[in-house]
């Protein structure tokens, strides 16, 4: 069974630095785009980051272009979002995901519907000011 687990998340100060980890299991993710999303409390999930399945290409929000930077390790199937310069905005429940089938790029991550592809379960991520 498919399965993505984010870990990494926690409370940090407004300025500092949080490396969130996503752990790809039950299906050959090494061969698809992965990306990175967030919903915060009371509005919409949007999408932040996305990384082709070779990382030759990444994609970004621009909330989070020159903050936040996307990576994969595909040999331990983990998808990783260092994010610093954190802000108190940026505080957000942050989803792993992946599109339905390995065909779909990176570029088109930032389209992903909630309820299409694979999804974890989320880890929360609150920055104080």
């Known amino acids: 069974q498919a399965q993505l687990v984010e870990s990494g998340g926690g409370l940090v100060q407004a300025g500092g630095s949080l490396r969130l980890s996503c752990a790809a299991s039950?299906?050959?993710?090494?061969?698809?785009?992965m990306g990175w999303f967030r919903q915060a409390p009371g509005k919409e999930r949007e999408f932040v980051a996305a990384?082709?399945?070779?990382?030759?290409?990444?994609f970004y929000a621009d909330s989070v272009k020159g903050r936040f930077t996307i990576s994969r390790d595909n040999a331990k199937l983990t998808t990783f979002l260092q994010m610093n310069s954190l802000k108190p905005e940026d505080s957000a429940v942050y989803y792993c995901?992946?599109?339905?089938?390995?065909?779909?790029?990176?570029?088109?991550?930032?389209?992903?519907?909630?309820?299409?592809?694979?999804w974890g379960q989320g880890t929360q991520v609150t920055v104080s000011s």
């Open positions: 039950g299906r050959t993710f090494s061969r698809y785009a």
């Open positions: 995901a992946a599109p339905p089938t390995s065909t779909r790029t990176a570029r088109e991550m930032k389209l992903l519907s909630s309820t299409s592809g694979y």
């Open positions: 990384i082709s399945s070779a990382s030759y290409a990444t």
